[in-house]
């Protein structure tokens, strides 16, 4: 049987350490940094005195964090997976993309985005070296106001039939991503490929961390969009495939209602909007119309 008075001791010496730290950043001069370590600093020390956290915890918790750190490289990036999963990473994307009329949704960016890539001309091909089944992407861009938005610069990226992104192979291969403008009338369209549900890479801690807690590591199928143009908010989303398994389980939290969309099949032999030759072959289309939000500054 425990002392009261003992435990309250206790209580207090935890709370004492707690406001030790805090007011060791009292002087930060940076009024937001100060704010953030000082709030960090209340919410980590109230999780370890919640779950009561063991060393040998610790110890634990540090060497995956190491681990976390050693995977990382110029083209896995292990902290924005663990963030993704986490739901950290939506959740701070909700935060700073506040609601704006019918401005479309944003959610994750995702860790597979590449600057510079190949610009192609409205009605292009993305796809380039990724395999899979035809998709033709349309729709307009415009602001709140239903205004085109002529001249947006919009990039789309995307996995393959396989599941990966270009970046994921060895061979400096560029495929499943481009960037093209709409045109006078705020009108684009492109083609790529259907997307198809794939796992986040989890031969690493991420990986670990999902199995331990039996949760999936696979992303509903989707299409990757950043939207930009001058005095709009960036607008960074994907869309969804309507009907795919994964839309409720998604690993990294990125659903949301409104980007579910209906990806059309297309039967062999179908005429393409562009009369495209598709050598008799079956394809599918999607219309995205996006709606920025003005920029607030």
């Known amino acids: 049987m425990t002392n009261s008075n003992d435990d309250q001791a206790q209580v207090q010496r935890e709370q004492d350490l707690t ?3 805090v007011a060791s950043f009292a002087n930060t001069p940076d009024d937001r940094l100060r704010e953030i370590l000082q709030a960090a600093t209340r919410h980590l020390h109230a999780f370890v005195r919640e779950v009561r956290l063991t060393e040998q915890e610790w110890e634990a918790g540090i060497e995956y964090l190491t681990a976390v750190g050693h995977i990382t490289d110029d083209k896995r990036q292990e902290f924005i997976l663990l963030s993704d999963t986490f739901g950290v990473s939506m959740q701070t994307i909700t935060i700073n993309n506040r609601a704006r009329g019918n401005a479309t949704e944003a959610t994750v960016f995702g860790p597979f985005f590449v600057q510079d890539s190949p610009e192609i001309d409205n009605g292009g091909d993305i796809s380039g070296a990724a395999t899979g089944m035809p998709c033709y992407v ?3 861009v415009r602001g709140t106001d239903g205004q085109p938005v002529p001249g947006a610069r919009i990039e789309a990226w995307e996995a393959d039939d396989d599941g990966l992104y270009d970046v994921q192979y060895d061979d400096g291969r560029v495929g499943g991503r481009a960037h093209l403008f709409s045109d006078e009338r705020g009108e684009y369209r492109f083609w790529a490929v259907q ?7 989890y031969d690493g801690p991420v990986g670990q961390m999902l199995a331990a807690s039996e949760r999936t590591p696979m992303r ?3 299409l990757h969009f950043m ?3 001058d005095g709009k908010r960036r607008l960074v989303t994907h869309i969804f495939v309507r009907g795919d398994s994964q839309l409720e389980t998604d ?7 409104s980007l579910v969309l209906d990806f059309d099949l297309q039967p062999a032999g179908t005429p393409t909007p562009d009369g495209r030759d598709l050598h008799g072959g079956a394809w599918s289309r999607v219309r995205f119309d996006v709606v920025l939000a003005d920029d607030a500054g």
């Open 227 to 229: 939207v930009t143009a």
């Open 138 to 140: 349309e729709g307009t």
């Open 195 to 201: 997307p198809t549900p794939y796992p986040i890479p």
């Open 220 to 222: 509903a199928s989707h």
């Open 251 to 257: 690993s990294v939290f990125g659903v949301k209602d």
């Open 19 to 21: 406001d030790k730290v």
